[in-house]
């Protein structure tokens, strides 16, 4: 595989189930779960990336406030 190649090569993967807002809501039926999932996964998925940037940034200022005191 080319470098380019592994450079899209997926690292982490976030999967989302209609079990997790059950998990939050266990008085919610498994049906009105999977409707809510449904009706939030867009915002859910662009919030997830949103987010995940800012995780990433903050891993990368501490990894190279690390590699500054090695």
């Known amino acids: 595989m080319a470098v380019n190649d592994l450079m899209m090569e997926p690292y982490a993967t976030i999967h989302w189930c209609p079990a997790d807002i ?26 997830s990336i949103e987010l ?9 200022w501490d990894y190279e406030k690390d590699e500054d005191e090695e």
């Open 22 to 47: 059950k998990s939050l809501h266990p008085d919610w039926s498994d049906e009105k779960c999977m409707e809510v999932m449904s009706d939030i996964a867009g915002a859910l998925e662009d919030r």
């Open 52 to 60: 995940g940037w800012e995780v990433i940034q903050t891993l990368l």
